[in-house]
């Protein structure tokens, strides 16, 4: 027989104490499988004058990853991972053909980040930015999009295809571990 808090007794199963641990475990496992809660950091990246509308930017966070900031109104800007979603290169803005390049394969990225030529598949993720007062901020820690921009080639479309060809390869030679 146990006691609870206040001294009584009372019965605990070994099944009552089973659930509630498996649950607790549950609970734990949701939380780490969720990552961990990045509180946004946002950094300034430049004056509001720096920015031209229409115009990307390249600036460097203090992680070192680099991002093109566009001025899209009056008050109003968008923060563009410079890593292509294809390869995981770095990306350049092709001011003559006004869009965003990659060296590695040529792929093409319209300046609100849509793809316009492959073989890239998928846009160039958004990070959270602001501009406040005349400082033009991009929050460098968090949120899917930041994170999956921040791994870079982990999460390119190249390396996703090299993971689900080997997945590919296990499966008929009998080794599904996946």
């Known amino acids: 027989m146990d006691h609870d808090i206040e001294g009584r007794e009372c019965e605990i199963s070994q099944r009552h104490l089973l659930a509630a641990t498996v649950r607790a475990g549950m609970v734990l496992v949701a939380g780490a499988a969720a990552g961990p809660g990045e509180a946004a950091q946002w950094v300034a990246v430049g ?14 966070l203090p992680n070192g990853r680099a991002v093109f900031v566009v001025r899209t109104g009056p008050k109003q800007v968008r923060a563009l991972s410079a890593l292509c979603t294809h390869a995981g290169v770095e990306i350049r803005w092709d001011s003559r053909q006004r869009r965003f390049t990659c060296p590695a ?17 998928t846009r160039l993720p958004l990070l959270a930015s602001s501009q406040q007062g005349a400082a033009v ?18 999460d390119s479309e190249h390396e996703r295809g090299e993971r689900e060809h080997e997945r590919e390869r296990r499966r008929e030679h009998g080794r599904d571990d996946d």
């Not at 901020?137 to 921040?150: I, P, Q, T």
């Open 47 to 60: 004056d509001a004058r720096d920015f031209r509308q229409g115009v990307p930017k390249r600036v460097v």
């Open 137 to 154: 901020r991009v929050d460098a820690s968090g949120g899917a999009a930041n994170r999956r921009a921040r791994r870079g080639t982990g």
């Open 105 to 121: 394969h040529s792929a093409a990225f319209a300046i609100d980040g849509a793809v316009t030529r492959g073989p890239a598949r």
